[in-house]
């Protein structure tokens, strides 16, 4: 594509601009809102390959210590944390024990990925009475262990969302309480920049799906958790909208909360490698099935 002149790129104006493409951002980022972004910033092309007896596994263990993967060896990660709900997995954790879990879990998934690899995370809020913001949590401590904030797409859930009939008070303003539909998949990077190694890599996503999934809103229906034995599965859609989105053919990807293995399956069924980690027996086994039926069909 032919560089516009500088003199012909658009700029921010009071009322916005109406052509982004090309668009000097400079100004903007050189505002003083930004100056407290004191995240590191890193440029180095670090980039290590894992052992090939490491990948496309499944260690069922904590990732709390990913001692086999060597610093910077993944390119996406994609998981759903357990949200201590009383899931048969869950522990009940107080929530400064619960955040301290996840950001173990985060600080070790932020020295496995590659500068300018993505950490994307599926969360959902919890309760009514208060209401505790989950998402935001995370948002607070995994930026302090380094990594920047890319983006936070809603999830819309729709119909399948299955909202409790717990409407407050029914038909009056006394009281009414909000359904969530609603879940959010929170968009990290290692450094600031995109990947450093992109060259003589496959991108293997449509310019449709490209078009569609650079949107911050996606709709499709979640998964049910007696079709793939688990109690909180996400879809497959899911991972595989952000392993076509933020990887190439032939990359990593990691889930560090591995469930009944969705991310493996979307992982496998376009190309790519993946590693996962899950605490529990069952479902490291139900993971192992699935990936082996993925495995089969793809020959
Ligand atoms: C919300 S589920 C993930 C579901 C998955 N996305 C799927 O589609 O099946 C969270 C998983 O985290 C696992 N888990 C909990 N603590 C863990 C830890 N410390 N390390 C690894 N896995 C853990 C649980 O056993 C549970 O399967």
């Given at each position: 594509?032919?560089?516009?002149?500088?003199?012909?790129?658009?700029?921010?104006?009071?009322f916005?601009?109406?052509?982004r493409?090309?668009h000097?951002s400079?100004?903007?980022?050189s505002?003083?809102?930004?100056?407290s972004a004191?995240?590191?910033?890193?440029?180095e092309?670090?980039e290590n390959s894992?052992?090939?007896?490491?990948?496309?596994r499944?260690?069922?263990?904590s990732?709390?210590?990913?001692?086999?993967?060597p610093?910077d060896?993944?390119?996406?990660?994609?998981t759903?944390?357990?949200?201590n709900v009383g899931?048969?997995?869950d522990?009940d954790?107080?929530?400064?024990e619960y955040?301290?879990?996840?950001?173990?879990?985060?600080?070790e998934?932020y020295?496995v990925l590659?500068?300018?690899?993505?950490?994307c995370?599926?969360?959902a809020?919890l309760?009514r009475?208060?209401?505790?913001p989950?998402?935001?949590?995370?948002?607070?401590?995994?930026?302090?262990l380094g990594?920047?904030?890319r983006g936070?797409?809603i999830?819309?859930?729709?119909?399948?969302?299955?909202t409790?009939m717990?409407?407050?008070s029914?038909?009056?303003?006394a009281?009414?309480t909000?359904?969530?539909?609603?879940?959010y998949i929170?968009?990290?990077?290692?450094g600031?920049?995109?990947?450093?190694?992109a060259?003589g890599?496959?991108?293997t996503?449509t310019?449709?799906?490209?078009?569609?999934f650079?949107?911050?809103?996606?709709r499709?229906?979640?998964e049910?958790?007696?079709a793939v034995n688990?109690?909180?599965?996400?879809?497959?859609e899911l991972?595989?909208?952000?392993?076509k989105?933020?990887?190439?053919?032939g990359?990593?990807v990691?889930d560090?909360?591995?469930g009944?293995?969705?991310?493996?399956?979307?992982a496998l069924a376009n190309?790519?490698?993946?590693?996962?980690?899950?605490?529990?027996?069952k479902?490291?086994?139900?993971?192992?099935?699935?990936?082996?039926?993925?495995?089969?069909?793809?020959g």
């Open positions: 594509m032919r560089k516009m002149p500088r003199a012909a790129r658009t700029k921010m104006k009071s916005g601009s109406s052509m493409m090309a000097d400079s100004d903007f980022y505002r003083r809102m930004y100056a004191d995240r590191t910033e890193v440029n092309i670090r894992v052992q090939g007896d490491v990948v496309d499944v260690f069922c263990r990732s709390k210590h990913m001692a086999e993967l610093d060896c993944v390119h996406l990660m994609v759903s944390p357990p949200y899931k048969d997995y522990q954790l107080s929530l400064v955040r301290r879990l996840l950001n173990d879990v985060f600080r998934v020295r590659v500068v300018g690899g993505r950490a995370i599926n969360i809020n309760g009475k208060p209401y505790i989950l998402h935001s949590f995370v948002i607070e401590d995994i930026l302090k990594f920047f904030m936070e797409i999830w819309d859930k729709g119909s399948s969302a299955g409790s717990a409407w407050g029914w038909l009056s303003a009281n009414p909000l359904r969530d539909t609603h879940e929170l968009v990290f990077s290692k600031n920049s995109g990947r450093l190694r060259e890599k496959r991108s996503i310019k449709e799906e490209f078009m569609e650079t949107k911050s809103v996606w499709f229906p979640a049910q958790a007696r688990h109690p909180a599965p996400f879809p497959v991972p595989e909208r952000l392993i989105l933020y990887t190439f053919e990359d990593v990691l560090p909360f591995m009944s293995g969705t991310t493996a399956v979307a190309n790519r490698h993946f590693i996962g980690y899950d605490t529990n027996e479902y490291c086994r139900i993971a192992e099935k699935r990936i082996k039926e993925v495995t089969s069909s793809h």
